[in-house]
């Protein structure tokens, strides 16, 4: 990696859009407020209508120094030129993503569970996200929160960074740095606020004390 990892890593969820905003549109207003990571995560969308959009996020994304990642599919994240993608439990292993995107681009992976993280970094893991943290709706399918003592043994077990992810709010976000994570990925904290700049520049604040 050329330059360090940004503290705060958006994902996209259209779906959790405010009524009347469009996703392109707020993603430009938190990169105007300072975000400096993507992950283009809309998977209800089939690969001939993520396209478009991955690609206008790109031009997007380049006009501001953000790195872009995309969820799962490697294949757009090569059509792109992305900066690299985000692996799920159902996605190919981090190994074969590795020899397929070279050793230039970043690779991200969802992680549950302690065990998994230097799991992950074995594989050629970039960094890895961890949680849920706490309850959130769009991690409900993972099951019971596992809280912040996993967090912590996460943050601790492996060589590579920690982001912490689910729930993630301005009045939890302290707790979570101080289980050792590097940073904080985040949804609907972003996505769905009233003000997606004021959010924002909240989450930076406490992520540069």
């Known amino acids: ?30 990169l105007n407020a300072g975000v400096k990571m993507i992950q283009l995560r809309e998977k209800n969308l089939t690969a001939a209508e993520l396209f478009p959009l991955a690609r206008d996020l790109r031009d997007l994304t380049r006009r501001h120094a953000c790195r872009l990642l995309i969820n799962d599919r490697i294949d757009l994240a090569l059509a792109i030129d992305a900066d690299g993608v985000h692996l799920g439990g159902h996605s190919l292993p981090a190994a074969i993503a590795r020899n397929l995107l070279g050793p230039e681009k970043l690779i991200g992976v969802s992680t549950h569970s302690p065990a998994e993280v230097p799991a992950a970094a074995e594989q ?86």
Do not use: W
């Open 124 to 209: 050629g893991a970039d960094f890895v996200t961890f949680g849920p943290v706490y309850n959130t709706p769009s991690k409900a399918a993972y099951g019971q929160p596992v809280g912040l003592c996993n967090l912590k043994q996460a943050c601790h077990i492996g060589s590579i960074p920690v982001y912490a992810l689910g729930g993630v709010k301005a009045e939890n976000t302290t707790k979570i740095l101080n289980c050792g994570a590097f940073g904080v990925a985040m949804i609907s904290a972003l996505i769905a606020a009233k003000s997606p700049t004021k959010a924002c520049q909240k989450f930076l604040q406490l992520l540069d004390k």
């Open 1 to 30: 990696m050329s330059t360090p990892l940004p503290s705060l890593y958006l994902i996209t969820d259209q779906q959790q859009l405010p009524t009347g905003r469009q996703l392109l549109e707020v993603l430009e207003e938190l």
